[in-house]
């Protein structure tokens, strides 16, 4: 299993940006899915955004599109998420999540991760 490591979180502004980083270590990185998951109090945890293991097809939540994009350096084990346009409702703590060999739908619709980071806590407020 990986482990990860979340940075980047903050307070921003309505309409600002943010760019979420993971480190990842263990083996085989480039095998694994990842993605970027959310929970705001009181709210279940929800798939935010995945990448498969290629670095090819993605995958993003209705209310993100167009606002968010995920990416990944397999070179560097690591894993991003750049927030723009950020809503009021985007807060959140946001989890980086880790599965080997599974679909992007599997893994951001289902909720099916083998590993989680810690979270990181996003705040967007005036």
């Known amino acids: 299993q990986l482990q990860l490591v979340e940075s980047g979180g903050g307070l921003v502004q309505p309409g600002g940006s943010l760019r979420l980083s993971c480190a990842a270590s263990?083996?085989?990185?480039?095998?694994?899915?990842v993605g970027w998951f959310r929970q705001a109090p009181g709210k279940e945890r929800e798939g935010v955004s995945c990448?498969?293991?290629?670095?090819?097809?993605?995958y993003y939540a209705d209310s993100v599109k167009g606002r968010i994009t995920i990416s990944r350096d397999n070179a560097k084990n690591m894993v991003y998420l750049q927030m723009n346009s950020l809503k009021p409702e985007d807060t959140a703590v946001y989890y980086c999540?880790?599965?080997?060999?599974?679909?992007?739908?599997?893994?951001?619709?289902?909720?099916?991760?083998?590993?989680w980071g810690q979270g990181t806590q996003v705040t967007v407020s005036t």
């Open positions: 999540a880790a599965a080997r060999s599974l679909a992007i739908q599997a893994m951001c619709r289902m909720n099916i991760v083998g590993s």
């Open positions: 263990g083996p085989a990185f480039l095998y694994y899915t």
């Open positions: 990448i498969s293991s290629s670095d090819g097809p993605t």
